[in-house]
Each structure stands twice: as structure tokens, then as C-alpha cells.
């Protein structure tokens, strides 16, 4: 099992950037591939982006490919997304979840850890 936290969320304006952390603690964090997804008031959670254990291999969500960017450091037990030219539709709060399968699934039921969540807030 992995604990998760996320932080970094705040309001900003469209176009801006912004860079979300989610801290593990758990001894299997560099066996687990990560992802990031968010949901949006009255809207299902959606996937935004998933990595791979090493760090090598990345999958994104059509509506973030090009402007979001997740990443990784096994030594920190952390995972980074990096948002730039945030619209307001980016509005949502944003989870990371651990998958053990090391894949890079989208679905959510995949991911077996999750974290409370932080909220990015995007003004137009």
C-alpha cells in the first residue's frame, strides 16, 4: 500500500502554469506505475496522465497532451505534473493514484492508492 499526497494547487490565471507534487510513503512507490487525474464539479473523474515505474514511458489525456508534462523521481518517491497554459477547463481537483501492474493504464479502477486530492482553480 502506498500513502499519497498531493500538494501545489491554487488559483491562477489562464495561460499561467503551475506544478502539482505527489509525495508517496511506501517502500513499493518506485514498483508502481502513477497517475494523475482530476474531476471537475458535477463531472466524472477523467484521466490526465500516467508514468511508468522508471519514469520512462508517459501517456496523456488528448486535452492536456502538449501542455502538461508528469514526471518522476524515485529518489524523493515523488511524482511531479507540470501544467502549463492552463485554460479554465484545466478547473478541477487533481488525485494521484498508484497502480501496482507497473502499466500505464487510464481507468481508474486500475489504480489501487489515491490521494485526497488538491485543487487547481483557473480563471479565465
Known amino acids: 500500500q502506498v500513502q499519497l499526497v498531493e500538494s501545489g494547487g491554487g488559483l491562477v490565471q489562464a495561460g499561467d502554469s503551475l506544478r502539482l507534487s505527489c509525495a508517496a510513503n511506501g517502500r513499493t512507490f518506485s514498483r508502481n506505475s502513477m497517475g494523475w487525474f482530476r474531476q471537475a464539479p458535477e463531472k466524472e473523474r477523467e484521466f490526465v496522465a500516467s508514468i511508468n515505474p522508471s519514469g520512462g514511458t508517459t501517456r496523456y489525456a488528448d486535452s492536456v497532451k502538449g501542455r502538461f508534462i508528469i514526471s518522476r523521481d524515485n529518489t524523493k518517491n515523488t511524482v511531479y505534473l507540470q501544467m502549463n497554459s492552463l485554460k479554465p477547463e484545466d478547473t478541477a481537483v487533481y488525485y494521484c493514484?498508484?497502480?501496482?501492474?507497473?502499466?500505464?493504464?487510464?481507468?481508474?479502477?486500475?489504480?489501487?492508492?489515491w490521494g485526497q486530492g488538491t485543487q487547481v482553480t483557473v480563471s479565465s
Open positions: 493514484a498508484a497502480d501496482p501492474s507497473g502499466r500505464l493504464f487510464s481507468n481508474a479502477i486500475y489504480y489501487g492508492d
